[in-house]
């Protein structure tokens, strides 16, 4: 009797294209406009590092996590660039409390916040060696799906550009939590389920705890939040998505003769 192929979620932004350096871009464009608006500077020589620190803050506080409204970016770094700290910056913006002497009124950080949007909209770049490890995993007959967080129809018109669409079975938005993996598992009860991400926390952890394989092609972008400890908790830390692809090959091999 054949095995079940071998089901593998991957993950889309940072694992697939360079989502980060769409982000970079954005973030600097943001903290650009704020100075301008605001008729200050920032005086750090890590810019990207400065916006980063406030935009971290945000997302540890917010409930939205890495989600929230992206005004609230803007009211931050403003507070930052008058010498306020990113914790106690997110703290105000959240709770809306708007300094009397902002020069910024809400017509200006509409602005701010439409550049930015518009700048995130930009089509991102695959990562090195994506197609080729698109093409192993396809060529051994690994069923791909992509999840997002993020729009579907968005994730498509990527795949899409890149020529990848026709090897992905489908393309799912899906909350990273257990319950959700638990679903795929049961989905594909019989068939070995790999989850391959750059963010434990996101795509390793709930994966694991229902009982995925799991792959990590660690991020540049990594949240203050996270240590290298979090990294191991994969059962394969890759350099690239080749290496991934080749792992998850090698797994769904093991699997048809019973091994592991």
């Excluded at 090897?167 to 993996?181: D, I, M, N, P």
Aim: net charge negative.
């Amino acid at each position: 009797m054949s095995h079940q192929q071998t089901v593998v979620l991957v993950d889309a932004d940072n694992t697939l294209w360079d989502t980060d350096a769409v982000f970079q871009e954005a973030q600097l464009l943001l903290l650009t406009r704020v100075e301008e608006e605001a008729g200050a500077a920032c005086r750090a020589v890590d810019r990207l590092a400065f916006v980063r620190s406030y935009d971290q803050a945000l997302a540890q506080r917010h409930h939205l996590h890495l989600r929230y409204p992206p005004q609230l970016l803007v009211r931050s770094v403003e507070a930052g660039l008058a010498g306020i700290e990113p914790e106690a910056a997110s703290r105000e913006a959240i709770s809306g409390r708007i300094p009397a002497a902002s020069p910024l009124d809400q017509v200006g950080v509409d602005a701010i916040v439409s550049d930015y949007v518009q700048a995130l909209s930009r089509a991102p770049q695959l990562l090195p060696t994506v197609a080729e490890g698109v093409s192993v995993a396809t060529h051994a007959r690994l069923r791909l799906y992509v999840m997002t967080e993020g729009r579907i129809e968005k994730q498509k018109r990527i795949l899409e550009l890149h020529g990848l669409l026709a090897s992905f079975e489908g393309v799912w938005e899906l909350t990273k939590e257990r319950s959700q993996f638990d679903r795929v598992v049961s989905r594909f009860a019989g068939s070995r389920v790999v989850v391959v991400g750059d963010q434990p926390d996101r795509d390793i952890f709930p994966a694991k705890a229902a009982g995925c394989s799991t792959v990590l092609i660690p991020s540049r972008f990594k949240p203050s939040w996270q240590t290298q400890r979090d990294q191991e908790e994969a059962d394969h830390v890759a350099v690239n998505f080749l290496d991934a692809a080749r792992w998850c090959v090698k797994a769904d091999a093991e699997n048809a003769l019973g091994v592991g």
